[in-house]
């Protein structure tokens, strides 16, 4: 994919995630994530993907990411390659 079809497709799936949940946020963060997911650039939708919830550490970045979206065939293949950082712990 390429760096702006990949940040289409995950504004899309966050937004579907905000809409049917599961998810314990206030009306007030919702807000405020719908507000991100519609203003923010391309590099900062994949960001917000590649770091890691709990710690802050980027699961990757630079070339590597560079790497990654290119050989993403969809949203869910480019989750599955790039990892979560603390995923099952
Ligand atoms: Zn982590």
Redesign the pocket.
């Known amino acids: 994919m390429t760096q702006h079809d990949l940040a289409t497709a995950l504004r899309k799936r966050q937004r579907l995630f905000l809409r049917v949940g599961p998810h314990e946020f206030t009306n007030n963060e919702l807000q405020h994530m719908f507000r991100f997911i519609n203003e923010c650039s391309d590099e900062d939708m994949i960001d917000s993907y590649v770091t ?1 919830a ?2 802050g ?1 980027k699961s990757v970045a630079g070339p590597a990411l560079d790497a990654v979206i290119a050989a993403s065939k969809s949203d869910d293949h480019f989750l599955k390659l790039s990892g979560q ?2 995923m099952g712990n």
């Open positions: 890691c709990k710690c550490a950082h603390c």
